[in-house]
């Protein structure tokens, strides 16, 4: 497992002088939530590196939602802590949430006000804005996130898209240091997943730090610098997205005269491979390219081109959250 907190605690390590909680902008130490006998998640020692884009990723169950309802002290754990922005959770709560925009599931708007109106009594509520900016900071937001034509349409009529990017606006009433995005692109069309895309892209590059969970692991490697993977409650990998892609280990791409005949010519002499996408795959943890094409050749396979590939996303998703059934 490539572990941020190990590069971190390095950073912090050389840099001496700063405050080493100042690498992060959340972190948990054993963080665990059990419902009954269900450990909806087990103990688990997220570190979110501060301007960083992180994907939380997993499948249905793992613990994602859990995890950052915790994290935004929406609900209590059942052990562990939660430090956001350098502030212990929830004792300084008053003091770091103002810092941190959230989107999570089932925002508490008003269904019979419109997405204006509703903005307008969160933006009231947040102490880090003055009365005199809240109606432009309303309209900025509703601009934002491409709502300022149904503005004042009544909540209850948005489509589930609209309700979302509502949610978003009030995670960006007012700069933020963090913010959190509990599956941004449910409900959204391809314009709109873009939109969020644009949005994230826009937060990064003013040195926002973003935790997204998603179910699309696609957005997630377009989007984000770091990932980390929960299944079963646990949080089975995280780190740099291209450090966890280069371990997800090199192979080579074969494209042959004859699949059949290479699979059997690599098979006999002890070199697993597959066919994808019209090639043959090997797997290159075990044996190195030129063996593998020796191979071939001997074997009286044409080859007409070799590459070499990585592992993607979604093979490393798939190796991380395979059941072991
Ligand atoms: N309030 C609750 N009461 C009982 N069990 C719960 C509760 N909330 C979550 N769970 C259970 O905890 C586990 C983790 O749920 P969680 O919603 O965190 O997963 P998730 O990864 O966000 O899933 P999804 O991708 O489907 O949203 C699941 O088994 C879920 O049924």
């Known amino acids: ?5 190990d590069q971190a605690e390095q950073v912090g390590a050389v840099a001496a002088a700063p405050t080493p909680v100042e690498v992060y902008a959340a972190r948990t130490s054993g963080l665990r939530k059990t419902y009954g006998d269900t450990a909806a998640v087990a103990g ?25 309802r915790m994290l935004l002290g929406l609900i209590r754990p059942t052990a562990g802590s939660v430090e956001l922005l350098g502030h212990a959770l929830p004792d300084e709560a008053d003091r770091v949430l103002p810092k941190v925009g959230a989107l999570v599931e089932g925002p508490g708007f008003h269904p019979f006000l419109s997405g204006r109106e509703n903005l307008l009594r969160c933006a009231a509520m947040e102490p880090n804005l003055a009365s005199q900016d809240i109606r432009s900071a309303v309209d900025e937001a509703l ?45 959204l069309d391809p314009a709109g997943t873009r939109e969020i895309r644009q949005i994230i892209a826009e937060l990064h590059a003013v040195g926002t730090t973003v935790l997204v969970s998603s179910h699309l692991l696609a957005e997630v490697e377009a989007t984000c610098t770091h990932v980390a993977v929960m299944h079963r409650g646990t949080l089975v990998a995280q780190g740099g997205l291209a450090e966890l892609l280069e371990s997800g280990g090199p192979h080579l791409m074969i494209s042959t005269s004859d699949l059949t005949a290479g699979l059997d010519a690599l098979r006999d002499n002890g070199i697993s491979a597959r066919v994808e996408q019209q090639a043959l795959r090997v797997d290159l943890s075990e044996v190195d390219a030129p063996e593998v094409l020796a191979t071939l050749v001997r074997a009286d396979v044409g080859v007409h081109e070799a590459r070499r590939g990585r592992a993607g996303l979604e093979d490393l998703f798939a190796r991380l959250t395979e059941e072991e059934s």
């Open 1 to 5: 497992m490539t572990e941020v907190a």
């Open 44 to 68: 688990i020692d997220l570190a979110v590196p501060r301007g960083a884009v992180v994907g939380v990723l997993g499948p249905n169950g793992s613990g994602k939602t859990t995890t950052i």
């Open 143 to 187: 601009r934002r996130v491409g709502l300022t034509a149904a503005a004042d349409r009544r909540f209850r009529g948005y489509s589930l898209g609209m309700k979302q990017r509502l949610g978003l606006a009030a995670a960006l009433l007012v700069p933020r240091e963090l913010v959190v995005l509990d599956e941004p692109t449910n409900g």
